[in-house]
């Protein structure tokens, strides 16, 4: 499989990692869009959100979580912050593995795009 995030999980691309457990690895975005660009995904290779199905959900709820997790220990959750999953090329989906951006650390302004 050719997939970047697969890439990065496997060590074989590096990254700065900001949290990594058993089900899920959280990295700093190369190319920021807020001061706090963090991009959380789940080790194992989900193509996109349409491949959600009630046997891999439970990851949807474990990134949340983690995102509000992160939030805290980057000092952006009492500001707020925003989490964003693009879907298929029209929703801005660039890499073909479920991720999730979590941005904050200015006011990010709506619509999005």
């Given at each position: 499989m050719d997939c970047i995030f697969c890439k990065i999980v496997s060590r074989q691309i590096p990254s700065e990692i900001v949290f990594e457990d058993e089900k899920i690895i959280a990295f700093r975005d190369i190319s920021?869009?807020?001061?706090?660009?963090?991009?959380?995904?789940p080790k194992q290779h989900i193509s996109s959100a349409l491949e959600i199905n009630s046997s891999?959900?439970?990851?949807?709820?474990?990134?949340?979580e983690a995102?509000?997790?992160?939030?805290?220990?980057?000092?952006?959750?009492?500001?707020?912050?925003?989490?964003?999953?693009?879907?298929?090329?029209?929703?801005?989906?660039?890499?073909?593995?479920?991720h999730f951006h979590l941005l904050g650390g200015r006011n990010l302004t709506w619509p999005p795009g």
């Open positions: 920021p869009a807020a001061p706090v660009h963090i991009l959380i995904i891999n959900s439970s990851i949807v709820s474990y990134i949340i995102a509000a997790r992160i939030a805290r220990e980057e000092g952006i959750a009492e500001d707020g912050f925003r989490i964003v999953n693009n879907c298929g090329k029209d929703g801005g989906q660039t890499v073909n593995h479920l």
